[in-house]
């Protein structure tokens, strides 16, 4: 497993503590979905305005939002499967965690789960899919044993 990671922000230290957690959350996907290790994902820290850029660019939304999938889709990758890009805004791990009352461990966690599944194809548009996405993103948060 390769994953890239890139810090842009200063809202929350990105320490070693930090990317292990990442890592294991990004594991805890893949093996639930019963996928070979040999993948690649780039985790990009940022602030709000920055993301804000991201959403506005590629999804033709002018606001902030916590985090966004950028998907790979090519079909030629021979040695890794590249997944993707996941972008996890800092300033919404923090508002959210104490909104939600749990640790910003616990939404940082919580976002890359959502986020990868997001690469593998789940999505929660519609309501069928947004309760297959929703019960996938449970089993893998209470398999990593990081709960609310």
Known sequence: MNILFDNRQDEIEIDENIIELIKKSILEVIKSEKLDENIMVSVSFVDDEEIQELNKNFRGVDSSTDVLSFPIDDEFQIE???????????????????EFGHSN???????????????????HIEEEDKLIMRSKEKIIMDNLKIYR
Do not use: C, F, P, W
Request: glycine content about 6%; aromatic content about 6%.
């Open 105 to 123: 461990e616990r939404e940082m966690s919580y976002l890359t789960v959502h986020s990868v599944l997001h690469l593998l194809g789940y999505d």
């Open 80 to 98: 890794e499967r590249i997944l993707g890009d996941v972008v996890i805004n800092t300033k919404r791990v923090i508002e959210q965690a104490q």
